[in-house]
């Protein structure tokens, strides 16, 4: 097991969205262990849970407190401008300003039993390519209403999680092109951003054990086992970036998770540090998506 240095972030308070599972739990818990307030936002509230999958708001914020932070659950739909208008609107009134925004609420990788999640675009539903131009747009409405509060404490860091590998063909295109707009948003933003101070950045986590992939584990194969990391090894990265003194320097770029491990010397929850993953000579994230999709179809198949 690892023994984390972790910074202390004991006044700093952040929003995450999508953080019920997956990379925006691993976020929150790492966020936690550090002592910042974490508002834990998604659409899993209470007995309620997406796709069938493990994990809800309440749950995570509930660990995160028990971490020494102070979870707040917000059950919250990014595709929904009223729930993240009223989401920010909380944060203003019980906070008065806001530290960082990490922006991990994702859709389109439901349904893959219905269409292959690598099928060629021409047979790919439009649904699928309105639910990633659709989280593109709830993470700019959020980046648009946090930036009056980051505003108000004088700093502050928008972190959108991304996924690219230069020009490494995602084995979608619909979810290459979305992905890819997500580190030039990052971009984009950072340069509005420049002047009253505050920092975007995109920032790359490798292939992630979340509790969709360990639903299907056994289709991994031995080949990605030495950089399959933890959620919580991007919420250590997350963390050191808001640690950062220098943060400034890095706006508008693309980091690598495994690249930051190496730059602030911490580990996963395992005591391993997987590297950065890169795309070339392996099989596709997408393509590998879908064939863990197509067994958590079939294994969720009729489940709440």
Excluded at 15 to 41: D, K
Excluded at 46 to 66: I, K, M, S, W
Excluded at 221 to 227: C, H, L, Q
């Amino acid at each position: 097991m690892s023994t984390w240095k972790h910074p202390d972030l004991a006044d700093r308070v952040a929003v995450v969205t999508g953080a019920s599972r997956g990379v925006g739990r691993g976020v929150a818990l790492a966020l936690a262990e550090c002592g910042a307030t974490v508002y834990v936002t998604g659409r899993s509230a209470g007995g309620a849970a997406t796709e069938g999958l493990p994990g809800t708001v309440d749950g995570t914020a509930e660990e995160v407190t028990a971490r020494g932070g102070r979870g707040v659950a917000v059950r919250c739909d990014q595709a929904d401008d009223a729930d993240v208008a009223d989401l920010f609107e909380r944060v203003r009134e019980e906070t008065g300003g806001l530290d960082l925004l990490v922006n991990n609420a994702w859709s389109g990788y439901e349904r893959s039993h219905d269409v292959p999640f690598d099928a060629p675009f021409w047979k790919q539903p439009m649904w699928r390519y309105d639910l990633f131009a659709g989280s593109l747009r709830g993470w700019y409405l959020a980046a648009r209403l946090a930036v009056p509060l980051m505003l108000e404490r004088g700093s502050g860091l928008i972190i959108n999680i991304g996924y690219t590998d230069g020009p490494t063909y995602l084995g979608q295109v619909a979810y290459d092109v979305v992905k890819n707009a997500t580190d030039r948003m990052s971009f984009a933003m950072a340069h509005d951003l420049r002047r009253p101070g505050l920092t975007a950045l995109a920032l790359h986590p490798g292939f992630v054990g979340t509790e969709r992939v360990q639903a299907a584990w056994e289709m991994l194969g031995d080949g990605p086992a030495r950089i399959v990391h933890s959620p919580e090894y991007v919420g250590r990265a997350v963390a050191h970036l808001l640690a950062e003194p220098d943060l400034a320097a890095r706006s508008g770029a693309a980091l690598a998770v495994g690249d930051l491990a190496e730059e602030y010397g911490f580990d996963d929850v395992d005591g391993r540090r997987p590297p950065a993953f890169r795309l070339e000579g392996r099989m596709s994230l997408a393509t590998r998506m879908e064939r863990l999709n197509r067994v958590v179809a079939s294994a969720t198949e009729g489940t709440a």
